[in-house]
Nanobody, 117 residues
């Protein structure tokens, strides 16, 4: 499956932004999807994941502020980000894992989110 993330940009602290990740190539509904992020000089961080049927869980740093959703008819997963903080600044990546994979085996190219104070 090919993944294409979009929607990044510059936003002020306290603002909101929605990222999209469009998938193509295989049956999107069979994949668990996730968002990760990587800030400059830091390790990649888990943001959240959504199951094939739409159950989402989140990393502690974004819980209550970010929401992941998916539209299987549109082959797209979304990351709605609210109450953004400067520490949310990072390149955000979407990833996909099929049912038999132990780890996320498909990755998008990343989209940059910059939160100004």
């Amino acid at each position: 499956v090919q993944l294409q993330a979009s929607g990044g940009g510059l936003v002020q602290a306290g603002g909101s932004l929605r990222l999209s990740c469009a998938a193509s190539g295989r049956t999107f509904s069979s994949f668990r999807m996730a968002w990760f992020r990587q800030a400059p000089g830091k390790e990649r961080e888990f943001v959240g994941t959504i199951s094939q049927v739409g159950f989402a869980t989140y990393g502690d740093s974004v819980k209550g502020r970010f929401t992941i959703s998916r539209d299987n008819a549109e082959n797209t997963v979304y990351l709605q980000m609210t109450s953004l903080k400067p520490e949310d600044t990072a390149v955000y990546y979407c990833a996909a894992k099929d049912r038999i994979a132990a780890t996320y085996n498909y990755w998008g190219q990343g989209t940059l989110v910059t939160v100004s104070s």
